[in-house]
């Protein structure tokens, strides 16, 4: 049996031909944030990282420069000097952010996906730091079967809708309740835990203790932060 990453179907196929065998594919997933957190941290920027739209990115640019708010963008492309600092840059500065520019998986590549429309890696990191996922979003249908409902704020190309989304979150008390929303998710069912665990399920053997310690950690601050949204 091959265990797949986030990239889908095809990719799936790709393996059973590869192997001879069935291939089950296991959706992403990131560590999350350490124990102990029972709220998400004050926002301070909004970013964009990885492939970005060059019309979205330059309409962030314009509402940053009009408000003096920080923006956040690589420039990396692929080629970082060290991908461990980089992660890790990476991981605090989602951890501060508002929004995130989170677009289907390749959407600047249609020759790649053949219209596919599947949830990008961003998306975990995401929902992992606490920040509010904006951009052309996957289809609702892999939203609803792997995240349980659609998260993603979806922008449809109306004029100034990206820069309205931007100040809507802008607000905390319009932004909490989405971003504790976001952490609960993460926590119920997307830390590397859970793909582990549905890899030994998938092997027929019992989740370690160590690992079932960790998804029961999990649960509970899922359960937390419900809690929060709850008593708003």
């Known amino acids: ?119 990008p890696g961003r998306l975990y990191e995401t929902l992992a730091s606490g920040a509010i996922p904006v951009g052309l979003p996957p289809d609702l249908e892999r939203q609803n079967r792997i995240l349980g409902q659609p998260v993603v704020e979806a922008l449809d190309g109306t004029a100034h809708q990206l820069a309205g989304l931007l100040d809507r979150f802008r607000d905390p008390v319009e932004a909490r309740p989405l971003r504790i929303r976001n952490l609960a998710l993460a926590c119920r069912g997307h830390d590397w835990g859970h793909r582990w665990a549905a890899v030994y399920e998938a092997i027929g053997m019992r989740v370690p203790f160590g690992l079932q310690n960790r998804l029961d950690d999990l649960a509970k601050r899922a359960d937390e932060f419900e809690g929060l949204i709850a008593t708003d």
């Open 1 to 119: 049996m091959a265990l797949l990453d986030r990239h889908g179907h095809q990719r799936s196929i790709k393996a059973r031909r590869v192997v001879g065998r069935a291939a089950r594919r296991i959706a992403g997933r990131r560590t999350l944030l350490p124990p102990g957190r029972s709220e998400p941290v004050v926002e301070t920027s909004d970013h964009a990282y990885g492939r970005r739209d060059p019309v979205q990115h330059e309409e962030i640019l314009d509402w940053a420069a009009s408000r003096q708010a920080l923006y956040l963008y690589d420039t990396v492309r692929g080629h970082a000097a060290d991908w461990e600092e980089h992660r890790t840059a990476l991981a605090g500065w989602y951890q501060h952010t508002n929004v995130a520019i989170c677009n289907y998986a390749k959407h600047d590549l249609p020759a790649v996906t053949g219209g596919l429309r599947a949830l």
